[in-house]
T-cell receptor, first 117, second 117 residues
Framework: DAKTTQPNSMESNEEEPVHLPCNHS???????IHWYRQLPSQGPEYVIH???SNVNNRMASLAIAEDRKSSTLILHRATLRDAAVYYC??????????????????FGQGTILTVHP | DAGVIQSPRHEVTEMGQEVTLRCKPI?????LFWYRQTMMRGLELLIY????????DSGMPEDRFSAKMPNASFSTLKIQPSEPRDSAVYFC???????????????FGPGTRLTVT
C-alpha cells in the first residue's frame, strides 16, 4: 500500500494562505491523491483530489509535483473554520474478480491545523 | 439531500451487552463504509460494501463485530458482546463509486459515540 507522510501540526493566521505538504514517494502511476479534513466533533469531509495536474475547487487548490512524489494542499485565505485535521490519502486499488477497482481510502494521522485570529 | 444518517448519535452501554449501530447512506450511492476512530489508533476502516455485498472486512477486529447491508438504504454494525475497549466513535460513510472516472469522494455521517462501561 502506498503511504503518505505529513507534518503532525501546522499553524496559520486568519486571512493568510496555508500550504499543507504531503510526501508520497511510493505512489504508483494510477494512484489518485485525495485530501479530506475533519472538523472538531464531526466526520471527515472531502476536500479535493487529483492525479497529475493541479486542481482547484471552491474549498482549496491541490498542487502536485511533476514526479508525483509530493503534493500540497493550499487554502488561499485561512479562516477560523478551517481549523481541522487534514488528511492526505492515496487511494488503494482493490480489484475484484471482474477487475473493477473499488479503491478504499486508508487514513493516516493527518496534520492538525491551528488558525489564529 | 440529508446526507449520511447515523443512529444513535450517542450510546452508553454496559460491558457484555449487544450494541447495534445504524446507517442510512446517501440515496444513489453504491458503496458503504464503516470506520472506527480512537485517539490511539486514529481512523480505521472496519468493513466496506459495494452494491450491498461485503468487499473487504479485514479491518473487523474480531468475531464480536458483524456488519450487514440488507438493502441499498440501510446498514448495521453490531457488537456482541461489547467490551470497554470498543469505546470509540463509529463513522459510516457512503460513496458513488465510479472507477472509470476516478471518483472516490466519500461522504461521512456525524458518527455514533459509543461508551462501554
Amino acid at each position: 500500500d502506498a503511504k503518505t507522510t505529513q507534518p503532525n501540526s501546522m499553524e496559520s493566521n486568519e486571512e493568510e494562505p496555508v500550504h499543507l505538504p504531503c510526501n508520497h514517494s511510493t505512489i504508483s502511476g494510477t494512484d489518485y491523491i485525495h485530501w479530506y479534513r475533519q472538523l472538531p466533533s464531526q466526520g471527515p469531509e472531502y476536500v479535493i483530489h487529483g492525479l497529475t495536474s493541479n486542481v482547484n475547487n471552491r474549498m482549496a487548490s491541490l498542487a502536485i509535483a511533476e514526479d508525483r512524489k509530493s503534493s500540497t494542499l493550499i487554502l488561499h485565505r485561512a479562516t477560523l473554520r478551517d481549523a481541522a485535521v487534514y488528511y492526505c490519502i492515496l487511494r488503494d486499488p482493490i480489484a475484484n474478480a471482474g477487475g473493477t477497482s473499488y479503491g478504499k481510502l486508508t487514513f493516516g494521522q493527518g496534520t492538525i491545523l491551528t488558525v489564529h485570529p | 439531500d440529508a446526507g449520511v444518517i447515523q443512529s444513535p448519535r450517542h450510546e452508553v452501554t454496559e460491558m457484555g451487552q449487544e450494541v447495534t449501530l445504524r446507517c442510512k447512506p446517501i440515496s444513489g450511492h453504491n458503496s458503504l463504509f464503516w470506520y472506527r476512530q480512537t485517539m490511539m489508533r486514529g481512523l480505521e476502516l472496519l468493513i466496506y460494501f459495494n452494491n450491498n455485498v461485503p468487499i473487504d472486512d479485514s479491518g473487523m477486529p474480531e468475531d464480536r463485530f458483524s456488519a450487514k447491508m440488507p438493502n441499498a438504504s440501510f446498514s448495521t454494525l453490531k457488537i456482541q458482546p461489547s467490551e470497554p475497549r470498543d469505546s470509540a466513535v463509529y463513522f459510516c460513510a457512503s460513496r458513488q463509486t465510479l472507477p472509470a472516472r476516478g471518483r472516490y469522494e466519500q461522504y461521512f455521517g456525524p458518527g455514533t459515540r459509543l461508551t462501554v462501561t
